[in-house]
């Protein structure tokens, strides 16, 4: 997404995603395509314009490009409660930081072998593609307590 200049588009729509963010910070009016079934979890991003039908879809589409304003001062709201850093000098301290004290962290390894595999999955919260990419696809050998899985 970093090679493309998402600011040449007049609105974007996304299923929820870390997408829908570089759009936001693109400052193009940007809906949120939420299920009309409501099984995929979009709740991270409450308060972004939602779509879920063509109808919808086409509506936020005119109304984005006649006046994309009102949708950007809503997005910079939503950023603004998130409290994301974007000064890039301090996104890059905060990573060199955290990368200098992994480099410094001893790894011992175990002294045992575990019966079963385990897997820690750490997200910002139970978003679709832990669902979708994990938890589902894992669900049968969790069943079978042949795998241990935290989220």
């Given at each position: 997404?970093?090679?493309?200049?998402?600011?040449?588009?007049?609105?974007g729509i996304s299923a929820p995603s870390s997408v829908l963010i570089d759009?936001?910070?693109a400052e193009i009016p940007t809906a949120v395509w939420r299920d009309q079934g409501g099984g995929m979890d979009a709740g991270n991003y409450d308060g972004l314009s939602a779509v879920s039908t063509p109808a919808e879809?086409?509506?936020?589409s005119?109304?984005?490009?006649?006046?994309?304003?009102?949708?950007?001062?809503?997005?910079?709201?939503?950023?603004d409660r998130q409290e994301m850093p974007l000064d890039p000098q301090d996104v890059f301290q905060r990573y060199a930081k955290l990368f200098?004290?992994?480099?410094?962290?001893?790894?011992?390894?175990t002294a045992f072998l575990p019966e079963r595999e385990r897997v820690?999955?750490?997200?910002?919260?139970?978003?679709?593609?832990l669902q979708l990419s994990?938890?589902?696809?894992?669900?049968p050998m969790v069943a079978r307590a042949s795998l241990q899985a935290s989220w």
């Open positions: 997404m970093y090679r493309v200049n998402l600011r040449q588009f007049g609105y759009m936001l910070l879809w086409a509506e936020f005119k109304a984005a490009i006649e006046d994309p304003e009102p949708f950007v001062e809503l997005q910079q709201r939503f950023l200098e004290t992994a480099r410094r962290v001893e790894i011992r390894p820690l999955f750490v997200a910002n919260g139970n978003v679709p593609t994990f938890t589902k696809p894992l669900a």
